[in-house]
């Protein structure tokens, strides 16, 4: 029977920093709860980029925010439910604890609802202002062809009265000599 041993050689120093690294990355990594039914965990990679990402439970327009810092420098990035991705440029406050709402307004995800209700009225009010136009353009254009029709009638009768006139004058001479 022969037997075939193997051995591997790693030093000490080796072995120890594996150790430490892999102690690093699991010490670097957080969960904990945040505002508005989310999560945020927190995360440091071995080059020291720190990335905090707030999963949202149930918010109907943001799945997730990710806080990326690397070099002093912060990108924020936020998911809708249905994948999209965009980068907030403008305030919304800090992602990690503003809430779902305002921060998806801010990535553009839904319009604030009262700029909506404003849109809403303007259109309503310029969709009356144009009825209204229609109807005084439609009355205006009955009351000039009314207006014409009348005239051309009393034209009419006015030549018919003057030719009944002249029938009767000349009706008249022919009577009286």
């Keep these: 029977m022969a037997f075939t ?8 120093s080796q072995s120890n920093a594996n150790a430490n690294e ?3 990355a699991t010490a670097a990594a957080t969960t904990q709860p945040g505002p508005d039914n989310s999560e945020i965990t927190t995360t440091t990679d071995s080059s020291g980029t720190r990335t905090e990402t707030r999963v949202f ?3 109907p327009n943001v799945s997730k925010v990710v806080v990326t810092t690397r070099n002093g420098q912060k990108t924020t990035t936020v998911y809708s439910k249905n994948g999209e991705a965009k980068e907030i440029k403008d305030d919304v406050g800090d992602a990690l604890s503003a ?8 990535a553009g995800f839904v319009k604030d609802k009262t700029e909506t209700a404003v849109d809403k009225t303007k259109q309503g009010v310029n ?3 144009d009825k209204a136009e229609d ?16 005239k051309q009638g009393a034209k009419t009768v006015a030549n018919k009265a003057e030719d009944a006139a002249k029938k009767t004058g000349k009706t008249i001479k022919k009577v009286i000599p």
């Design 5 to 12: 041993v193997c051995f591997g050689c790693q030093s000490s």
């Design 22 to 24: 892999n102690a690093n």
């Design 57 to 59: 439970h149930n918010n």
């Design 99 to 106: 809430t779902g709402d305002k921060i998806a307004e801010g």
């Design 127 to 129: 969709e009356v202002g």
């Design 135 to 150: 109807v005084k353009d439609k009355t205006t254009s009955t009351a000039k062809t009314i207006g014409h029709e009348t």
